[in-house]
């Protein structure tokens, strides 16, 4: 799985795109969190810190491997990218929980019999009813616009990330002439290791690390067969998902006229 010329091209553009993006963002949640103050838990202190570590999240892993990479990357680097990658799909399912929460508080959202909301109740899905059922069409429109990424893709993802394994990163993507010379290669290590010719194995496993190109794919799960996701390309589209939506969100709120909570 590697991408190509057409996709590094489009990933290259919505990675220029993240720098006017997060100012804007940081622009609209900071004008909400100081028109609705009750909302700064959520919109301030939430939603633009989370908003931070994500662009950072973003920023480390096209440094560590930039769609152009060739080189396979060292273990620390591996590592390294495993971690913010984690941190940028727990975030950004975090920072849609903040973006919920900002709007309940924001605009008095009560469940059954005028009750608070609490916990679970509170969240974009479409079992957040209360939430949705408050929602203006204009907002909703754009909610249903991405239910399914966030029913498919996102959720999936960070749930595995949060209660089965965190990402996993192979070391290497091998082609089917690689694959080849890798089994060969194990067997003859097989064969050495069994024969005592230690200084061979040696020289054989240095031989297993020259094979295969770096991979651009994570792997959420090994309970379940589940389908690699290339990683670039997934943090991108989530990045804009969030961008679209907290966009919507904060031009509604700094629109509607202001109630004092009482």
Same mark, same amino acid.
């Given at each position: 799985?590697?991408?190509?010329?057409?996709?590094?091209?489009?990933?290259?553009?919505?990675?220029?795109?993240?720098?006017?993006?997060?100012?804007?963002?940081?622009?609209?949640?900071?004008?909400?969190?100081?028109?609705?103050?009750?909302?700064?838990?959520?919109?301030?202190?939430?939603?633009?810190?989370?908003?931070?570590l994500?662009?950072r999240?973003?920023?480390?892993?096209?440094?560590i491997?930039?769609?152009?990479? !060739?080189?396979?990357?060292?273990?620390?680097?591996?590592?390294?990218?495993?971690?913010?990658i984690?941190?940028?799909?727990?975030?950004?399912?975090?920072?849609?929980?903040?973006?919920?929460?900002?709007?309940?508080?924001?605009?008095?959202?009560?469940?059954k019999?005028?009750?608070?909301?609490?916990?679970?109740?509170?969240?974009?899905?479409?079992? @957040?009813?209360?939430?949705?059922?408050?929602?203006?069409?204009?907002?909703?429109? !754009?909610?249903?616009?991405?239910?399914?990424?966030n029913?498919?893709?996102?959720?999936?993802?960070?749930?595995?990330?949060?209660?089965?394994?965190?990402?996993?990163?192979p070391?290497?993507?091998?082609?089917?002439?690689?694959?080849?010379?890798y089994?060969?290669?194990?067997?003859?290590? @097989?064969s050495?290791?069994?024969?005592?010719?230690?200084?061979?194995?040696?020289?054989?496993?240095?031989?297993?690390?020259?094979?295969?190109?770096?991979?651009?794919?994570?792997?959420?799960?090994?309970?379940?067969?589940?389908?690699?996701?290339?990683?670039?390309?997934?943090?991108?589209?989530?990045?804009?998902?969030?961008?679209?939506?907290?966009?919507?969100?904060?031009?509604?709120?700094l629109?509607?006229?202001?109630?004092?909570?009482?």
């Amino acid at each position: 799985m590697q991408y190509s010329l057409q996709d590094k091209y489009e990933l290259n553009e919505k990675l220029r795109c993240t720098t006017w993006q997060y100012s804007k963002m940081l622009s609209l949640f900071r004008k909400v969190s100081e028109r609705y103050p009750e909302t700064k838990e959520y919109s301030f202190y939430g939603f633009l810190r989370r908003l931070k570590l994500i662009q950072r999240c973003i920023q480390k892993t096209f440094s560590i491997f930039p769609i152009e990479l !060739t080189a396979k990357l060292s273990g620390e680097d591996n590592t390294d990218l495993e971690i913010y990658i984690h941190s940028a799909l727990i975030n950004i399912y975090g920072a849609l929980d903040n973006i919920a929460w900002t709007w309940v508080v924001a605009m008095d959202v009560k469940g059954k019999n005028e009750t608070q909301l609490k916990g679970m109740q509170v969240g974009l899905g479409k079992n @957040n009813k209360y939430v949705r059922d408050s929602l203006p069409d204009e907002i909703l429109l !754009t909610l249903e616009k991405i239910d399914r990424w966030n029913k498919e893709f996102l959720s999936p993802l960070r749930h595995a990330c949060a209660h089965k394994c965190p990402p996993y990163i192979p070391p290497s993507c091998l082609s089917t002439e690689d694959d080849r010379t890798y089994r060969n290669i194990e067997e003859q290590i @097989n064969s050495e290791y069994s024969n005592g010719n230690f200084n061979t194995v040696k020289t054989l496993y240095a031989q297993l690390e020259t094979l295969g190109s770096p991979a651009p794919y994570l792997i959420p799960s090994f309970a379940h067969e589940s389908e690699p996701v290339m990683f670039h390309k997934t943090i991108l589209d989530d990045w804009n998902k969030l961008f679209t939506l907290s966009c919507s969100f904060a031009d509604y709120l700094l629109t509607v006229p202001y109630i004092q909570p009482e």
